[in-house]
């Protein structure tokens, strides 16, 4: 690709590709929400409400299955976006994505997924829940060392997060799927689940 193109590329992308017909929906947003940094954040309540994976999975359907993201790119959805959750099960795996994420999968009692995720602190300065994602990444990076590959693991965990559907769905597209998201995670148990 030439410079020109890369200039005309990049300009297309920073300028706003609705004007010019180009589904948003394939462009990353949502940072705000993703890292704790928008401004609905410190509205959230840190009182966890405990839940099972299944259950978590069943709210987000129930009270999410409406939501264009298009509407809410730097704010979040209540009431799922606006709630800490704590859910407990089998941790079965850990990496760290290409963007520096920590992600980890918790299983619930069926089978059921949740996602978990931590940003990388440098990207959520800002965020009343930096002290909070610090530790437990440290806890999560000092017990388990991840790197990019998959580690699987069978561990039993408690983990409280907030609510978080994603950055990617658009009024009227398909169910969001058979896996729940918390991002970003604030706290951390190992041993028996609750």
């Known amino acids: 690709m030439k410079f020109g193109q890369k200039l005309i590329l990049g300009l297309v992308l920073i300028c706003g590709c609705e004007s010019l017909g180009i589904a948003q929906s394939n462009l990353p947003h949502r940072r705000q929400v993703e890292h704790g940094t928008d401004v609905d954040a410190v509205k959230i309540q840190l009182k966890p409400t405990v839940v099972s994976v299944e259950e978590l999975l069943a709210l987000r359907d129930k009270t ?39 992600n980890f999968v918790v299983k619930g009692r069926t089978g059921a997924r949740a996602i978990i995720e931590i940003p990388e602190a440098d990207e959520c300065k800002g965020s009343p829940f ?22 699987a693991l069978s561990e039993p965990i408690t983990v409280e997060g907030i609510g978080y559907l994603g950055s990617r769905r658009k009024a009227g597209d398909k169910p969001f799927g058979e ?16």
């Open 64 to 102: 999410c299955s409406k939501m264009d993201f298009a509407k809410f790119r730097d704010r979040r959805f209540k009431p799922f976006e606006m709630t800490v959750y704590r859910i407990s099960g089998t941790l079965i795996s850990i990496r760290v994505d290409k963007e520096g994420d920590l």
């Open 130 to 151: 930096l002290a909070k994602m610090i530790e437990v990444r440290q806890i999560l990076e000092t017990r388990f060392h991840p790197k990019r590959d998959v580690l």
């Open 179 to 194: 896996t729940v998201r918390l991002m970003p995670a604030i706290r951390v148990e190992f041993g028996v689940a609750h």
